[in-house]
Structures are given as C-alpha cells and as structure tokens.
C-alpha cells in the first residue's frame, strides 16, 4: 500500500530548481526518511506534499489524492510538523489541542478527550494548563507534533523534527517518532542528520539539489559503497605477511596495507562482528601478536561523500530560508 | 476511512476529520480564528497595559497640550469638542496596525503554514485576524470614551448620531485592517510590520483635520493634501455627527473609502496569503 507517490515533482522559484525532478514512493505505516544538505529541496518537496505550495511540474498523489487536483481533500488527511514549532505560545498545552480540534469541527467533548490522550501519549500532562511559551524547546516540538495527530492523519510529515534540539531532546524525540512508527502511522521526515535517518526510517531517500539520488534501507546505502572493514593493527612489523596470510582467507577481498601506518591492514568483510573471533584465533595460531581488531561500518556519512562528492555538513541554522 | 492505527489505542466517539463546507464552514473557522486571537488578549499582560495606556495618553495629552495652545475652530463648544472626535479617529486606525502586526507573528511562527496545512476555509484566517482586531479596537474605544467623557466630551448630536459616528470610525479602521493584512503578509519580520505598518499612519493622521483646521495649514498644498485625505473625511464625518452639525458629504466618502480598501485589499491579501509558502 502506498502512501505518498510523487513522479517528476519540479518546483522552480525563478531560476532556482528547488525540485528538479523527484520521485518518491512511501509504503504506508513506515517511517519514511528523506535526507539531503540544506538547500537540497527537502523543505519544497514537503510544501509541495502537504499543499502548501504548487509544483511548477509533475504529479504528487497522497493518500490516494492528487495535491494538484484536490488540496482540501489532502489537507483532511495528513499532518504538517514544520520546521518552526507552530504553537500558540499564550494558549497552554491543552487549549493548543482543542483548538486545533476545534478546526476539524470536533465538538467539545471530542476536542476535550482527543487533547487528553495526546497529551498522555507525548507526555505533557503535567504541562497541560501551562502557556506554551513556559515549555523547553523539547516539549515545543512534542506538542507541536501532538497538534498535527489531532484528526488522526493518514499521513504524518515531520519537516526536521530535532533541528536546534539539544542533543537530550533529540533523542527524546527519537523515541516519540519511533513510537508513532510502531504503532502504524505513516510518517515521512525529512532531516539533515544523518545519524537521524539511520535509527528512525526504514526507507531513506537521499536527495540533493532537488533529485534524488540514492534510496534503500540504511544497510543497503550503506552497502552501495563497498559495506564493512576490518582493520588488524599488529605488533612486530616483521610478521606482516604472516598476518596477511593468516587472515585473508576470511576476508572479501584484497587485503591491503595502511598506506599510514606499516603494522595495520585493512580488508572488506562480510557480517563484521562474528569474523572478528576467528580472525584473532587464525592471528593467534600463526603466532602474530594482534594490537587492535577494528570493524568499520561506513556512515550515511560515507555514503552521502561518495553519492555526492561533497559532505552533508549538518548546520544548526534553519535551511531554506523562507521565500 | 483509511486512518490506520494513527493514534493510540482507545480512541473517543469519531467526528469526521473534515471542515464543514461552505458558508457555514466559513463562519465557523473565522470564530474559531477570531476566538484565538481574542483569547490571548487578557493574557498578554504587558501588551493589554500598553493598548490601554496609549488611547488614554492620547487623549490627554492632545487636550492638555493643545488645548490651550489651539484656538477653538468656529461652532464648537471647546477644544476638546472638536479635537476628541480625531484622536478617537487616530485611535482606532493606529489600532488597525495590529493586523500586520500578528499576521507577521503568525507567519514567522510557522503558524500561518500550519493554518493553510488544514481543512479549514482559508479565508477564514484573515477575515478572523480582522473581525479579531475590529473587537480589540471597540475595546479602545469604549476606554477612549471613558476619559472624554471625564474630561467634559459630550454627545452633542442625538445619541443615534453618536454611534453612527462610532460605527463610521470602526469601520474605516476595518477598512484599513485590510491594507495591514496585505502588509503583515509582504514584510519578512514582525519588526518590520510593526514599522511598516505605523509609518505611514503619522501623515496620514497628521496632515488632516483631526487636530487642527486645515485651513490654517502654511502651504497650499498641504491644505490640498488634508482636505483630500480619507482620514479628513472619516473624522469631519464623525466630529459632525458627535456635536449635532452638518456632515457634509463627509459619510459617503468616508463609507466609500472603508469599502473600497475592504474590497480592494481583501482581494490582494488573499492572493497574497494564497501564494505565501509557495
């Protein structure tokens, strides 16, 4: 079952190509995660989903309902988390909730009951009668991110849920958006860490300046560029060959020599962890004293440098400044 | 309904998650859109003092440093006849500047982005910002009544003319909510609404008939410039109707102005408001 499918979506702002192109597919009830720099197009391309602005070309169908043809539609069935907290600071936590139940046309005793099990499931209830202004960044975001479940979207957008969190918060969060994902609601989340990508989606597409240009799971992107190392650092420089001997056999490729350091190897592995045992007993047997056994997983880092030729540089700044 | 297991378990009675169409749907998201705003009020300590303080600081001061310095413009009573009827007008429409003002928080918030991601009738959001905006200016204004009164204002007119003049002076100011909407939606800042929106309003209420007779101006067409002035109009109107004299044509241009700007400036800020995160 598909939840969000966009073919060819192009926003262009004057000579800018924000979107340039992109095609996204998210299954429902997963966590879906989109992962670019700054000013790579995440920001338009969930704009442009949840109807806040036109694409210039190509089709974005949600829920089943072209954005294009039928934005009140989609508009009753997703939920928008934008990079700002959009709260209204002077109401409290609860009076946040009911209004936007009030919105939905809820009647009082709905708003009233629908504001007490968001609360209770984002943990602010003891929260609920202060003004939001009194709450931590942390707590900003969780009651914005409550406000957006409200009517019980299909379909949930997380516009960089944790972007100027404290790292404690953002893990807070982690928890919350795993949570949702748990439970079924399709979630689509766009982040520029890429760390945040790797715990929470099970789908990550990378994109940047506007296109997409990787997608998988984060095993999979991580196994575009060559999966894990092992690197066998060893005591006596002499027994380098002995050691090249004694573990090539358990390796996936060519061993090879640190060009840095003449007492360490490196080879490509498969299953990382469960080779490192033997390969110290083989080490071991041949009588090479072993320094140090390393297993690299490469990074979404990794990744990203070898998709794009550039680094993903995290800022905390706001990207995309708004148009 | 295809909602999956969105929410937790244990869910209330179910109301469609979907806004009313039509024209009651609109009523019913403006009040709620207006209801916002007007909640807050009481709870901005600070800004409630300040929206107080500024209509009756207004008042005074104009009475009593001008007043004794102004000679009293022929057929009134006092200075304060002819002068309170202006500041009441200057009042409300310096009041019209918290339209900008809060469109131009609600944007820099993300709020207006989380409005126009719902299923309600987007025109409810500014016609809710500017019927919110219209109740906060007959609050100043009652307050403004208030200390006139205590100074020695009087209705000199019937009491119908009085809130005729009242009605005509809060509508003109609705009329310029509408031109502050469009500005709260072009600038980048909530600073720079709030100068944006207030600059222009000096002149405006200034170079017009509210605290002096334009007659007594020192250039020609500066004169030429009050008596055109659409701030003129709406404060000879209302004066007039206050102390029981001629209003001219003073009404219908005052009436055609409000409705002008309503209809001209409603139509641009919502193509405005349409296009803002695009």
Redesign the interface.
């Known amino acids: 079952m598909v939840a969000v499918q966009t073919y060819g979506l192009k926003k262009h702002y004057g000579d800018t190509k924000a979107l340039d192109g992109l095609d996204l597919e998210v299954q429902r009830g997963s966590v879906f995660g989109l992962l670019g720099p700054n000013g790579a197009g995440k920001t338009t391309a969930v704009k442009v989903m949840t109807t806040l602005a036109r694409p210039t070309a190509g089709t974005a169908i949600v829920d089943g309902i072209n954005v294009s043809e039928n934005p009140k539609a989609v508009r009753s069935r997703i939920g928008l988390t934008g990079q700002y907290a959009a709260v209204e600071e002077r109401l409290t936590g609860q009076e946040n909730l009911e209004l936007v139940g009030r919105y939905f046309h809820y009647s009082k005793a709905s708003q009233k009951a629908r504001a007490a099990e968001l609360l209770e499931m984002f943990d602010l209830v003891d929260a609920a009668s202060r003004p939001a202004k009194t709450y931590s960044g942390g707590m900003r975001r969780r009651l914005d991110i409550a406000m957006s479940l409200v009517a019980r979207p299909s379909i949930l957008f997380l516009d960089e849920p944790t972007t100027g969190l404290d790292p404690r918060s953002r893990i807070a969060m982690w928890d919350f958006i795993a949570k949702l994902g748990d439970e079924g609601t399709t979630v689509l989340l766009t982040t520029q860490y890429l760390e945040e990508a790797d715990v929470l989606a099970e789908k990550i597409a990378v994109i940047d300046s506007g296109l997409k240009i990787a997608e998988g799971t984060s095993d999979q992107l991580k196994d575009q560029i060559g999966g894990d190392r092992v690197r066998v650092s060893i005591v006596k420089r002499e027994n380098i060959a002995k050691a090249r001997e004694a573990i090539a056999s358990l390796t996936m490729g060519v061993v090879e020599q640190d060009p840095e350091s003449p007492l360490t190897l490196s080879a490509p592995i498969r299953a990382g962890e469960r080779v490192v045992p033997e390969m110290i007993r083989a080490l071991d047997a041949a009588g090479v004293d072993v320094a140090d056994v390393e297993v690299r997983r490469p990074t979404l880092d990794d990744v990203f440098l070898t998709l794009t030729g550039h680094q993903a540089e995290p800022q905390e700044s706001v990207e995309e400044a708004r148009l | 309904m295809?909602?999956?297991?969105?929410?937790?378990p244990?869910?209330?009675?179910?109301?469609p998650?979907?806004?009313?169409a039509g024209l009651a749907?609109i009523v019913?998201?403006t009040l709620?859109e207006a209801g916002?705003h007007l909640?807050?009020i009481p709870?901005?300590i600070e800004l409630l003092i300040f929206a107080t303080i500024q209509p009756v600081m207004f008042v005074l001061l104009f009475s009593f440093v001008f007043g004794g310095s102004i000679a009293t413009p022929s057929g009134f009573r006092d200075y304060d006849q002819y002068l309170m009827p202006g500041i009441f007008a200057q009042t409300v429409v310096f009041g019209s500047a918290f339209t900008s003002i809060g469109i131009a928080e609600d944007?820099?918030?993300?709020?207006i982005?989380?409005?126009?991601?719902?299923?309600?009738a987007q025109s409810s959001v500014l016609i809710g910002r500017t019927i919110s905006d219209l109740v906060r200016n007959m609050i100043t204004f009652v307050t403004m009544l208030l200390v006139a009164f205590l100074l020695g204002f009087r209705f000199e007119g019937s009491l119908l003319a009085a809130l005729g003049a009242t009605a005509l002076l809060l509508f003109f100011s609705y009329g310029l909510s509408w031109v502050q909407a469009l500005i709260g939606l072009s600038v980048?800042s909530v600073e720079a609404a709030n100068s944006a929106g207030f600059i222009w309003m000096f002149p405006m209420t200034f170079v017009s008939s509210a605290f002096i007779d334009p007659e007594n101006l020192q250039y020609a067409w500066l004169r030429t410039v009050a008596d055109w002035n659409p701030f003129t109009k709406v404060t000879n109107a209302a004066r007039a109707l206050y102390n029981g004299t001629d209003t001219g044509n003073n009404i219908e241009w005052s009436i055609a102005w409000a409705v002008g700007m309503i209809v001209v400036f409603a139509v641009l800020a919502t193509r405005k408001f349409n296009q803002i995160?695009?």
Do not use: Q, W, Y
Not at chain 2, 2 to 8: I, P, Q, Y
Not at chain 2, 17 to 20: A, D, I, L, W
């Open positions: 295809t909602a999956t297991a969105t929410s937790s244990g869910l209330v009675e179910d109301t998650p979907t806004g009313s749907g019913v998201d709620t916002r909640r807050i709870r901005n944007l820099s918030k993300g709020f982005d989380r409005l126009r991601s719902l299923p309600i980048s995160s695009d």
